[in-house]
């Protein structure tokens, strides 16, 4: 291994590779080392935005002879910034964008730096859809490779569940194909535990028939929140595949908390109809509705409350059940909550997602629950930019500590935080070790970590 400094390893890589490198003092370098959340302020020595798997390659391979430290950016919407850090080399998918549906064998063919919505746009125009979370710009191959909770989960699984195949760059530079006639063992552990295995360059997703949904967002008035939510409990109690339903707290049309109900059916439309109704009479709707429309249109909805270059912090804990201490704790949160454009979410897991064998994939946690969600989001622009942060962080930390009580073990690895380590792994329960066997197999030197990071 030969020591280079950032800049001998920029100037390397710009004669090597085919697409664009940044350093610390080109031009277009801040804008390069930015992802979604503007709190994440890293200045890396060298960015490299990939034409294609080889520069992807290149790129592994320079900066591990060199002995510089790598991460991999797909869609760069991890809101602790793992996709960034300081004085490595990131290597950006960002570039690498290209999807093709083969309708006929239900396939979308992705690169690694796809989002959802390149996936999902072309797809709904053949009459297709596959299982994704719920806001478009996230990257599809991060968010697969963590879970991928949204509204087709009852009906489709996860999104790791509709991971066919992937092409992955392992550290050594090798290129193999995770799949069931490639290397199941690796497919079994992207499928869950992350991008601690290798670089994908490329994935292949399942493709299901899928028309029009049913679904939108119906608010009502705080002051109804626990009648509101006690009654969403009802309906999950009986939702069937066709109807997942996410609920929480946003800031409502007066500019106080409301809370919100936003069902997904994905079945036939007259029965849906039927389905949905019982939770547009919870309460005195303050505004909202439901209407058919196609699934990369629904996914719109939730797109304003995750603006790229706001500043964000997450927390998260794993509900069995809608309890009422933890209605009231969200309630309560709703009205302590710094800034109104923070938001709680209450994520549905069941039907087809909670059938699937515990050790069919690295993703462990397959009985129904519920993914509580705490956003805090803030403008960068505050006077006082420290003690607002500090505020935000204490508020997620105060509502995920009060929710813990009761909480399953663990925690969605997408939202855990780099301190959060021990319930990453309590989240991977049984398939722990399993894991931390495919680590040592395909990442030896632990030259990677990524959402969902584990140790070797």
Partial sequence: MTQMTGSDVGARLRERVRGQVWQRKDAGYDAARTVWNGAVDRRPAVVVRCADADDARTALLVAREHGVALVVRGGGHDWAGRAVLDGGVVLDLSAMRAVRVDAGAGVAHAQGGALVADVVDPAAAQGLGTATAVVRSVGMAGMTMAGGYGGLVGRFGLALDNLVSADVLLPDGTHVTAGPDGDPELLWALRGGGGNF??????????????????????????????????????????????TVMAGFVTGPTGTPAVFVAPTWSGDLAAGERAVAPLTRLGTPLGGGVAPLPYPELIRMFEAGSAPGRHYALGTRWLPGLTDDAIRTLADAATTSPSPSSLLALHHFHGAAARVALDATAFALRRDHLLAEVIASW??????????????????????????????????????????????????????????????????????SAVAAIGG
Avoid at 207 to 231: F, W
Avoid at 410 to 435: C, H, K, Q, S
């Fill in 379 to 448: 403008a960068p622009d505050d006077a006082d930019p420290a003690a607002t942060a500090a505020a935000h962080h204490a508020w997620v930390s105060r509502v995920a500590s009060a929710l813990a009580p009761g909480a399953l073990p663990g925690g969605y690895p997408n939202i855990l935080g780099p301190e959060d380590a021990d319930r990453t792994r309590l989240g991977f329960g049984a398939n722990a070790d399993r894991l931390l066997a495919a680590k040592r197999r395909y990442d030896p030197d632990g030259a990677l």
């Fill in 198 to 243: 290798g670089v994908v360059t490329a994935a292949r997703y399942r493709l299901h028939p899928l028309g029009p949904v049913l679904g939108g967002m119906v608010l009502y008035p705080h002051e109804q929140a626990v009648d509101v939510l006690r009654g969403y409990r009802d309906v999950l109690a009986g939702a069937p595949d066709e109807l």
